[in-house]
T-cell receptor, first 116, second 113 residues
Framework: AQSVTQLDSQVPVFEEAPVELRCNYSSSVSVYLFWYVQYPNQGLQLLLKYLSGSTLVKGINGFEAEFNKSQTSFHLRKPSVHISDTAEYFCAVSGFSGGSNYKLTFGKGTLLTVNP | NAGVTQTPKFQVLKTGQSMTLQCAQDMNHEYMSWYRQDPGMGLRLIHYSVGAGITDQGEVPNGYNVSRSTTEDFPLRLLSAAPSQTSVYFC????????????FGPGTRLTVL
């Protein structure tokens, strides 16, 4: 079984400020990790993913995330946010072992609001 | 490629009515899933399929049925709608070789009165 905890339900920031959205996971097997973004009234879009290799992964729109196995974390960061980054962000984990690598478990989401 | 398509976009039902939410993908993906999204709950898996003719239950399957007769289509049926099924429903698909990177449809907003 696996679970995801997004530590902040809402994060308000000012435009051009840095932001970090926190995500912790638990799993009894090795994992793939994802961040998705959902703009208002839209579906989910993949922002970035960690599969293996370098623990720092870069995604679209200037976002990056760092996989920390010892802390079971996958925090999302952006050095300077824009108004257009206002959206809900979801962290998700997929365990791979046997037949379990087709189910994603999502966190409850973090609403990022960027204010002028 | 249209990707993952869902119909309808909006639907209002009365308690006890039945309906089918349609989902189709044109990427030849093996895996397809249905999620519901409720405020503060994230996305919860309802049912999923690993190929035509194979389906299984997710986290919240009660009140929903699915079938997968073709690779492309994965309809979700509400047998007798209840107000607790008011939600936004998302269909997603992924390739067996894509490490479960899922592609999402635009969603169906369902209200049950």
């Amino acid at each position: 079984a696996q679970s995801v905890t997004q530590l902040d339900s809402q994060v308000p920031v000012f435009e051009e400020a840095p932001v970090e959205l926190r995500c912790n996971y638990s799993s009894s097997v090795s994992v793939y990790l994802f961040w998705y973004v959902q703009y208002p009234n839209q579906g989910l879009q993949l922002l970035l993913k960690y599969l293996s290799g370098s623990t720092l992964v870069k995604g679209i729109n200037g976002f990056e995330a760092e996989f920390n196995k010892s802390q079971t974390s996958f925090h999302l960061r952006k050095p300077s946010v824009h108004i257009s980054d206002t959206a809900e962000y979801f962290c998700a984990v997929s365990g791979f072992s046997g037949g379990s690598n087709y189910k994603l478990t999502f966190g409850k989401g973090t609403l990022l609001t960027v204010n002028p | 490629n249209a990707g993952v398509t869902q119909t309808p976009k909006f639907q209002v039902l009365k308690t006890g009515q039945s309906m089918t939410l349609q989902c189709a993908q044109d990427m030849n993906h093996e895996y397809m899933s249905w999620y519901r999204q409720d405020p503060g709950m994230g996305l919860r898996l309802i049912h999923y399929s690993v190929g035509a003719g194979i389906t299984d239950q997710g986290e919240v399957p009660n009140g929903y049925n699915v079938s997968r007769s073709t690779t492309e289509d994965f309809p979700l049926r509400l047998l007798s709608a209840a107000p607790s099924q008011t939600s936004v429903y998302f269909c997603a698909s992924s390739s067996a070789s894509s490490y479960n990177e899922q592609f999402f449809g635009p969603g169906t907003r369902l209200t049950v009165l």
